[in-house]
């Protein structure tokens, strides 16, 4: 089944790492987004793309980077982390081509510690 | 500034009753608008969307109402089972595609 995936699903690290988040699609999709999400809160956009030479930032794009590699990959950086970026964190994508080119399928989610 | 939030942040159902579960959002230029349903564990999936020019869409049990004079949506659900249990948002789009989702309601549905 074509499908969006994120690995890794659960990853601890601390202040100040370097961390990547890796989301990939067989959706045949164009346009990728991040999401976080804090408990108990609604998901926030981070960054998206609706081609593989397109970048825009979202709501919350300070303190993450991101690269589109291909059309199926899209990754998220976290170049120095710190506590408060501890969230869930999740891929998503759409069509812009379908019959509902605005639903957004996501991801499983990669949790994220910072200690 | 634009925003999605929820009048209730849980509700709890008995088996076999309906659920409403609500939403207001602020941008009165937002065209298109969906409900998402999160179970633990695992990404938003997609209930149902509607579009600014239409007052109700019906899906499989569930229900999507839209009054743009108060700017309030709501999630019908009927006949809820113990499998809708989830946290289920709103969520708007807004002029750029993006989509601005809500805090987010829990749904507990008792045997």
């Known amino acids: 089944d074509a499908d969006v995936t994120q690995t890794p699903r659960n990853r601890i690290t601390k202040t100040g790492k370097r961390i990547m988040l890796e989301c990939s699609q067989t959706k045949g999709h164009d346009r990728m987004y991040w999401y976080r999400q804090d408990p108990g809160l609604g998901l926030q956009l981070i960054y998206y793309s609706f081609d593989v030479k397109d970048i825009n930032k979202g709501e919350i794009s300070d303190g993450y980077s991101v690269s589109r590699q291909a059309q199926a990959k899209f990754s998220l950086s976290l170049e120095s982390a710190i506590p408060n970026q501890t969230a869930l964190y999740f891929c998503?994508?759409?069509?812009?081509?379908?019959?509902?080119?605005?639903?957004?399928?996501f991801g499983p989610g990669t949790r994220l510690t910072v200690l | 500034g634009e925003s999605v939030g929820l009048h209730l942040p849980t509700l709890s159902v008995q088996e076999g009753d309906n659920s409403i579960i609500n939403c207001a959002y602020s941008?009165?230029?937002?065209?298109?608008f969906i409900w998402y349903k999160q179970e633990s564990g695992k990404g938003p999936q997609f209930i149902i969307d509607i579009r600014s020019n239409m007052d109700k869409r019906q899906g499989q049990r569930v229900t999507v109402l839209l009054n743009k004079t108060v700017k309030h949506l709501s999630l019908q659900i009927a006949a809820t089972q113990p499998g809708d249990s989830a946290v289920y948002f709103c969520a708007e789009m807004d002029s750029s595609y993006k989509l601005i989702f809500g805090s987010g309601t829990r749904l507990l549905v008792r045997p």
């Open positions: 941008n009165s230029a937002s065209d298109y």
């Open positions: 998503a994508t759409s069509d812009p081509t379908s019959e509902d080119y605005n639903e957004q399928f």
